[in-house]
Protein backbone atom coordinates (compact mmCIF):
# COMPACT_ATOMS: atom_id res chain seq x y z
CA UNK A 1 0.00 0.00 0.00
CA UNK A 2 1.38 3.60 -1.12
CA UNK A 3 0.79 6.27 1.21
CA UNK A 4 0.75 9.61 -0.21
CA UNK A 5 1.74 12.75 1.95
CA UNK A 6 -0.19 15.67 1.08
CA UNK A 7 2.58 17.83 1.47
CA UNK A 8 4.73 15.96 -0.79
CA UNK A 9 3.31 14.09 -3.25
CA UNK A 10 5.13 11.24 -5.33
CA UNK A 11 8.31 12.72 -6.95
CA UNK A 12 8.32 11.99 -10.53
CA UNK A 13 11.45 9.46 -11.79
CA UNK A 14 13.28 12.36 -13.55
CA UNK A 15 13.25 14.76 -10.41
CA UNK A 16 14.18 11.81 -8.32
CA UNK A 17 17.52 11.36 -9.95
CA UNK A 18 18.30 14.75 -10.85
CA UNK A 19 17.47 15.72 -7.14
CA UNK A 20 20.67 13.52 -5.64
CA UNK A 21 23.08 14.09 -9.09
CA UNK A 22 22.59 18.11 -8.19
CA UNK A 23 24.43 18.17 -4.89
CA UNK A 24 26.71 15.53 -5.46
CA UNK A 25 27.72 17.15 -8.64
CA UNK A 26 28.80 20.11 -6.43
CA UNK A 27 30.01 18.14 -3.94
CA UNK A 28 32.62 16.20 -6.35
CA UNK A 29 33.55 20.04 -7.88
CA UNK A 30 34.29 21.11 -4.60
CA UNK A 31 36.29 17.99 -4.13
CA UNK A 32 38.64 18.30 -7.27
CA UNK A 33 38.76 22.08 -6.21
CA UNK A 34 40.02 21.38 -3.19
CA UNK A 35 42.68 18.79 -4.21
CA UNK A 36 45.76 19.17 -5.56
CA UNK A 37 46.60 20.63 -8.75
CA UNK A 38 50.04 20.84 -9.01
CA UNK A 39 51.32 17.82 -7.01
CA UNK A 40 54.71 17.04 -5.23
CA UNK A 41 56.47 14.44 -3.38
CA UNK A 42 57.18 17.29 -0.75
CA UNK A 43 53.51 17.97 0.74
CA UNK A 44 54.40 21.38 1.27
CA UNK A 45 55.08 22.03 -1.88
CA UNK A 46 51.22 21.00 -3.55
CA UNK A 47 49.60 23.50 -4.68
CA UNK A 48 45.82 23.23 -4.68
CA UNK A 49 43.05 24.87 -6.93
CA UNK A 50 42.15 26.84 -3.43
CA UNK A 51 45.89 28.18 -3.50
CA UNK A 52 46.15 28.64 -7.42
CA UNK A 53 44.40 32.29 -7.47
CA UNK A 54 46.94 33.82 -4.77
CA UNK A 55 50.32 31.46 -6.26
CA UNK A 56 49.84 32.75 -10.10
CA UNK A 57 50.43 36.34 -8.98
CA UNK A 58 53.88 35.59 -7.17
CA UNK A 59 54.67 33.87 -10.61
CA UNK A 60 57.78 35.91 -12.75
CA UNK A 61 56.12 36.11 -15.98
CA UNK A 62 52.90 37.38 -14.42
CA UNK A 63 54.83 39.77 -12.30
CA UNK A 64 56.81 41.45 -15.19
CA UNK A 65 53.71 41.44 -17.37
CA UNK A 66 54.51 39.21 -20.15
CA UNK A 67 51.22 37.00 -19.46
CA UNK A 68 48.11 38.91 -18.76
CA UNK A 69 45.73 36.38 -16.73
CA UNK A 70 43.07 37.15 -14.75
CA UNK A 71 43.81 35.97 -11.14
CA UNK A 72 39.64 35.55 -10.06
CA UNK A 73 38.84 33.39 -13.01
CA UNK A 74 40.54 30.59 -10.44
CA UNK A 75 37.95 30.93 -8.08
CA UNK A 76 34.93 30.64 -10.39
CA UNK A 77 34.37 27.69 -8.40
CA UNK A 78 33.67 28.54 -5.65
CA UNK A 79 31.19 31.28 -6.66
CA UNK A 80 29.46 28.65 -9.04
CA UNK A 81 29.37 25.58 -6.35
CA UNK A 82 27.80 28.50 -4.13
CA UNK A 83 25.60 30.14 -5.98
CA UNK A 84 24.70 26.43 -7.45
CA UNK A 85 24.08 25.30 -3.80
CA UNK A 86 21.67 28.54 -2.76
CA UNK A 87 19.69 28.19 -5.90
CA UNK A 88 18.71 24.50 -6.14
CA UNK A 89 18.43 24.24 -2.01
CA UNK A 90 14.98 24.90 -1.33
CA UNK A 91 13.71 24.17 -4.84
CA UNK A 92 9.92 22.71 -4.15
CA UNK A 93 10.42 20.32 -7.34
CA UNK A 94 13.41 18.69 -6.03
CA UNK A 95 11.55 18.25 -2.18
CA UNK A 96 14.72 18.08 -0.44
CA UNK A 97 14.44 17.28 3.10
CA UNK A 98 15.83 20.08 5.64
CA UNK A 99 18.73 18.03 6.57
CA UNK A 100 19.77 18.32 3.15
CA UNK A 101 18.80 21.90 2.82
CA UNK A 102 20.86 22.45 5.62
CA UNK A 103 23.93 20.90 4.16
CA UNK A 104 23.26 22.66 0.48
CA UNK A 105 23.18 25.80 2.36
CA UNK A 106 26.96 24.89 4.75
CA UNK A 107 28.07 24.38 1.60
CA UNK A 108 26.90 27.47 -0.25
CA UNK A 109 28.59 29.31 2.89
CA UNK A 110 31.82 27.04 2.96
CA UNK A 111 32.32 27.94 -0.35
CA UNK A 112 31.79 31.38 -0.62
CA UNK A 113 34.06 32.18 2.64
CA UNK A 114 36.76 30.48 0.98
CA UNK A 115 36.71 33.66 -1.38
CA UNK A 116 38.51 35.27 1.22
CA UNK A 117 42.15 35.67 0.84
CA UNK A 118 44.65 33.79 3.53
CA UNK A 119 45.63 37.04 5.56
CA UNK A 120 42.17 39.75 4.85
CA UNK A 121 41.29 42.73 6.92
CA UNK A 122 37.60 44.42 5.65
CA UNK A 123 39.97 47.25 4.39
CA UNK A 124 42.35 44.85 2.08
CA UNK A 125 39.50 43.61 0.93
CA UNK A 126 38.48 47.08 -0.21
CA UNK A 127 41.46 47.26 -2.41
CA UNK A 128 41.33 47.09 -6.52
CA UNK A 129 43.13 43.34 -5.89
CA UNK A 130 40.30 42.02 -4.36
CA UNK A 131 37.48 44.08 -5.51
CA UNK A 132 36.48 41.71 -7.54
CA UNK A 133 36.36 38.49 -4.85
CA UNK A 134 34.69 40.64 -2.46
CA UNK A 135 31.57 41.30 -5.07
CA UNK A 136 31.59 37.72 -5.57
CA UNK A 137 31.17 36.57 -1.64
CA UNK A 138 28.37 39.26 -1.13
CA UNK A 139 26.74 37.70 -4.07
CA UNK A 140 26.86 34.46 -3.23
CA UNK A 141 26.55 34.88 0.78
CA UNK A 142 23.18 37.02 -0.43
CA UNK A 143 22.16 34.18 -2.61
CA UNK A 144 22.09 31.62 0.79
CA UNK A 145 20.80 34.24 2.91
CA UNK A 146 17.95 34.32 0.05
CA UNK A 147 17.58 31.26 -1.02
CA UNK A 148 13.97 30.72 -0.39
CA UNK A 149 13.21 33.43 -2.43
CA UNK A 150 15.38 32.50 -4.94
CA UNK A 151 13.26 29.33 -4.99
CA UNK A 152 10.48 30.89 -6.49
CA UNK A 153 12.63 31.83 -9.64
CA UNK A 154 11.22 30.07 -13.03
CA UNK A 155 12.86 26.66 -13.53
CA UNK A 156 14.00 26.93 -16.74
CA UNK A 157 15.83 29.94 -15.49
CA UNK A 158 17.77 28.22 -12.79
CA UNK A 159 18.77 25.38 -14.82
CA UNK A 160 20.02 27.68 -17.55
CA UNK A 161 21.87 29.41 -14.40
CA UNK A 162 23.47 26.34 -13.16
CA UNK A 163 24.24 24.83 -16.26
CA UNK A 164 25.79 28.06 -17.75
CA UNK A 165 27.88 27.99 -14.71
CA UNK A 166 28.92 24.42 -15.29
CA UNK A 167 29.81 24.99 -18.43
CA UNK A 168 31.35 28.46 -17.52
Not at 86 to 101: G, K, N
Amino acid sequence: MTVVVADRPAAPRRWTILRWLLPATILLALAGYFGPWIGHRVAGLVVMGLDLGEYVKFLTPVRAGQIALWREGFYLPLVVASLSASLIAFRRELRYPWVVRGLLLATAIVAALNLLPPAWTPQRMLTDEFRQQAAALAICLAAMAFSPLLALLPRRLVAVLVAAGALG
